[in-house]
């Protein structure tokens, strides 16, 4: 089964500074695709960013970037030139290119969660 | 705000109540999840819906029911919750065609059961 894992529960970043959140995952297979999700206080979950995991190329958007590392399994997200409008619970997300053969539909694997704070 | 919409945004019961959590999505999406968000805890996926027809039980306890009449309309209708089904409930919604596709979320019920 896949598991992700954020190991930071917490992150603070000066605004204006770049900050790194840390996500890892454990999978056999080899088509897959990862997100990050922010969700802001009391706001809806929103896609941050995504990768498709055949693509050598780091995904950016923006301020966010990923460093995609598929040998090891790593898939952080670095958000430059932070506002106080980034502060939120970031969510890392796994999810299998395959499932549509078996069930119909996708899982999608969360991990725990960073919460960033955004000091002024 | 996303095109997904759940109501009530907040709900208290007692344990011995019935009620039901409504969620709809406006996107077209053939797909519909119930996660269940608790604090310090991974999103656990309790149900999912493809085309109306429910895909994936994750064990959840039947004192959650799901229902889903058509691909817009999710519910989740509750009895004889006990305390730790306090969380924030989150619906979702996504395109599960083969290709990737982004889930869309809606705001989320609060729960809190007495």
């Known amino acids: 089964a896949q598991t992700v894992t954020q190991s930071q529960p917490e992150m603070s970043v000066q605004e204006a500074e770049t900050v790194t959140l840390s996500c890892t995952y454990d999978?056999?297979?080899?088509?897959?695709?990862l997100f990050w999700y922010k969700q802001p206080p009391s706001r809806q979950m929103i896609l941050v960013i995504r990768q498709e995991a055949y693509k050598q190329q780091n995904a950016t958007e923006n301020r966010f970037s990923v460093n995609f590392q598929k040998a090891a399994k790593s898939f952080s997200l670095k958000i430059s030139d932070s506002q106080l409008g980034d502060a939120a619970m970031y969510f890392c997300a796994y999810r299998s290119a395959s499932g549509w053969s078996t069930s119909g539909t996708y899982k999608y694997i969360f991990g725990t969660g960073t919460r960033l704070k955004v000091l002024a | 705000e996303t095109g997904v919409t759940q109501t009530p945004r907040h709900l208290v019961m007692g344990m011995t109540n019935k009620k039901s959590l409504k969620c709809e999505q406006h996107l077209g999406h053939n797909a519909m999840y119930w996660y269940k968000q608790s604090a310090k805890k991974p999103l656990e996926l309790m149900f999912v819906?493809?085309?109306?027809?429910?895909?994936e039980n994750n064990s959840v306890p039947s004192r959650f029911s799901p229902e889903c009449p058509n691909s817009s309309h999710l519910f989740l209708h509750l009895h004889t919750l006990q305390p730790e089904d306090s969380a924030l409930y989150l619906c979702?919604?996504?395109?599960?065609?083969?290709?990737?596709?982004?889930?869309?979320f809606g705001p989320g019920t609060r729960l809190t059961v007495l």
């Open positions: 979702a919604s996504s395109q599960d065609w083969q290709g990737y596709n982004e889930q869309f």
């Open positions: 999978t056999s297979e080899s088509d897959y695709y």
């Open positions: 819906y493809n085309f109306k027809e429910q895909t």
